[in-house]
């Protein structure tokens, strides 16, 4: 599932591959497709990308005219560059052809993923989007932070990746971070000091900067690619935690993993 760093990645290669070319052809291949109003598939046909922006989880794909793609890939989709000729996955949603032979794809398994197309103005209609915090990678102050999370009361990993604090920020980031910032994942928001508030705040940003760069290295161009082996706690259930080599700890509720520490993460512990 990308998150914020991974997508940072994606928009970054797109940013330089991207911007500049025209959709020659458009083909939808799965109904994923929310255009708003505009049939994407008449309507985009020979529009140039002119921007790729990044916004929480969100890709924005600016195109002449105004135009915006608007992708979420939430658990299962992703974006493919590749060559036209090479071979169409069946999990293939959406194919923008390119000049020079190349291909922009969408791809998506279980077509759980947001994908939209609509005038630049109609940005508020697609679920989600303008509703998020900001950015974990913006520059914005520990107090707005701290004022951001008093609407929320549940547990602090919950409230992470919810988005509407910090966007961005998904099931596995929200472990890297908590784990760096030594704090329990399942610890309601109220009960937390003001220290530990302040290590979440710091380690978000670091957390998130230090996977970017891990990510160029691994991804390059394979903006497809699925790079998580540099996370240290995040899916490592009962290999030794990094910081005092006891073993890492998995829960498992509403079908989202969460790892941790025991002994560097304490907490109270109400199931097994
Ligand atoms: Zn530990």
Redesign the pocket.
Known sequence: MPEAPEMQVVAEFLQSRLTGEIARTVEVLKPIVRSLPHEMVEDAVGRRFESVERRGKFLLLGMSGGRQVVINPKLTGGLQYCPAKQRVQKRTCVRFGLDGNMDLRYTDDRQMGQFYYVPAEDLGRVPGLMEQGPDVLDDFSFREFQERLRAFHGEIKGVLTRGRVVSGIGNAYADEILFEARVYPFKRRKALSSDELRRIYDCSRRVALDSIEALRERMGDRIDHKARDFLKIHSRKGQP?P????PITELRANQRITSY?R??QPGMLLKN
Do not use: V
């Not at 910081?243 to 006891?246: P, T």
């Open positions: 935690c910081r005092c080599g006891r520490c002994a560097c």
